[in-house]
């Protein structure tokens, strides 16, 4: 089953990778962050990419989605919404500080990707938030998104389920 997912996914990016390119030599990959020391690119479309995407296992309720989103171009690029199907409902989150307490609420404007640059999507930071879970998400699973780019091609990636304590964020109703 993992040998098939990996052959679907490896195809979505030599196609993307092909649709993207208006000339027929190979693309140059986008540079990497610095944190990332594998190719670890899972797509591009339109000069955006997404490194090291993974889901935080849940059982159910909500969860998020992290990775480094990257622009290969020379204009900002602005993700204004997402969708995947273990989730009905997908916001664009970030966590700020509000009465001395870090909160988590919708980012107005969506993410902006600079040019040349990178977001990062992190725990305790800006990320992906799936509310209403559709099923469990266990460590290795492999969960598909598609991100809405403004005024441009979407971009779709697959993101893997992982266990993650970290700062011990919980994305369930009512925690504190």
Same mark, same amino acid.
């Given at each position: 089953?993992?040998?098939?997912?990996?052959?679907?996914?490896?195809?979505?990016?030599?196609?993307? #990778?092909?649709?993207?390119?208006?000339? =027929?030599? /190979?693309? =140059?990959?986008?540079?990497? /962050?610095?944190?990332?020391?594998?190719?670890? =690119?899972?797509?591009?479309?339109?000069? $955006?990419?997404?490194?090291?995407?993974?889901?935080?296992?849940?059982?159910?309720?909500?969860?998020? =989605? +992290?990775? #480094?989103?990257?622009?290969?171009?020379?204009?900002?690029?602005?993700?204004?919404?997402?969708?995947?199907?273990?989730?009905?409902?997908?916001?664009?989150?970030?966590?700020?500080?509000?009465?001395?307490?870090?909160?988590?609420? /919708?980012?107005?404007?969506? +993410?902006?990707?600079?040019?040349? &640059?990178?977001?990062?999507?992190?725990? %305790? &930071?800006?990320?992906?938030?799936?509310?209403?879970? #559709?099923?469990?998400? $266990? @460590? %290795?699973?492999?969960? @598909? +998104?598609?991100?809405?780019?403004?005024? &441009?091609? /979407?971009?779709?990636?697959?993101?893997?389920?992982?266990? +993650?304590?970290?700062?011990?964020?919980?994305?369930? @109703? %009512?925690?504190?």
């Amino acid at each position: 089953m993992f040998s098939r997912h990996a052959l679907v996914l490896a195809a979505t990016v030599v196609a993307l #990778t092909a649709c993207g390119s208006p000339t =027929a030599e /190979p693309a =140059a990959p986008a540079a990497s /962050p610095a944190t990332s020391t594998s190719a670890s =690119a899972v797509a591009a479309t339109g000069g $955006l990419s997404i490194t090291d995407p993974w889901v935080k296992t849940t059982k159910k309720g909500m969860t998020a =989605a +992290f990775g #480094t989103l990257v622009n290969g171009t020379d204009q900002p690029i602005t993700i204004v919404s997402g969708t995947s199907p273990l989730s009905s409902a997908i916001e664009l989150h970030e966590v700020v500080e509000n009465d001395g307490k870090m909160v988590m609420r /919708p980012k107005e404007g969506g +993410f902006v990707v600079p040019a040349h &640059g990178t977001h990062l999507l992190e725990p %305790g &930071g800006d990320h992906i938030m799936l509310m209403d879970v #559709t099923k469990e998400v $266990l @460590p %290795g699973a492999q969960i @598909p +998104f598609t991100l809405q780019v403004q005024g &441009g091609q /979407p971009l779709e990636f697959t993101a893997v389920g992982k266990d +993650f304590a970290g700062g011990e964020e919980d994305y369930q @109703p %009512g925690h504190k």
